[in-house]
């Protein structure tokens, strides 16, 4: 019998001036970046979230304090890597992923091919099993302002 399961994940960061942007994996041109412990690469920590949700692995704070060291401005390409070890350790597998980027600013457009390529690439997968897309907010609320950026993430593992 096939195992399935689903996983939700969820972050958000703020945005400051002067600091790098990334998402997915990926380097965005952007006068602003996100506050975090960790490179701040809201959509892998959303993935990982969903990923260690659908087999019930606790979150990304569980396993990745931002109180410790060790994650200090680590690459969070590097967190994405150990949870699917961690996947695959308990003989899981992403049958497809989809994310979901909220931000105002900049046009994320340009960067979605790269992104799925990059997240396709960690989860040993092949790109047209990882959805990337993104969105404004209409400029509503702290995304709209430009305060933040928030990412929904889902996938399927399977056993």
């Known amino acids: 019998m096939t195992d399935i399961r689903i996983g939700n994940g969820y972050d958000v960061h703020a945005l400051a001036e002067g600091l790098p942007l990334w998402l997915g994996g990926v380097k965005i041109e952007s006068g602003v970046g996100c506050v975090a412990h960790s490179d701040g690469d809201v959509a892998i920590h959303a993935l990982c979230d969903a990923v260690l949700g659908a087999l019930a692995l606790g979150d990304i704070g569980e396993h990745f304090p931002d109180n410790s060291d060790e ?13 699917m070890g961690l996947a695959a350790d308990r003989g899981y597998a992403v049958g497809n992923a989809d994310i979901t980027i909220a931000m105002q600013r900049p046009k994320l457009a340009p960067y979605i091919t790269s992104m799925r390529e990059t997240i396709a690439d960690i989860m040993k997968v092949a790109v047209d099993r990882v959805s990337v897309k993104a969105t404004t907010t209409e400029k509503l609320g702290f995304v709209g302002r430009g305060e933040g950026c928030e990412v929904f993430a889902t996938v399927l593992m399977i056993k």
């Open 71 to 83: 994650f200090k401005g680590i690459d969070s390409k590097i967190l994405l890597h150990r949870v």
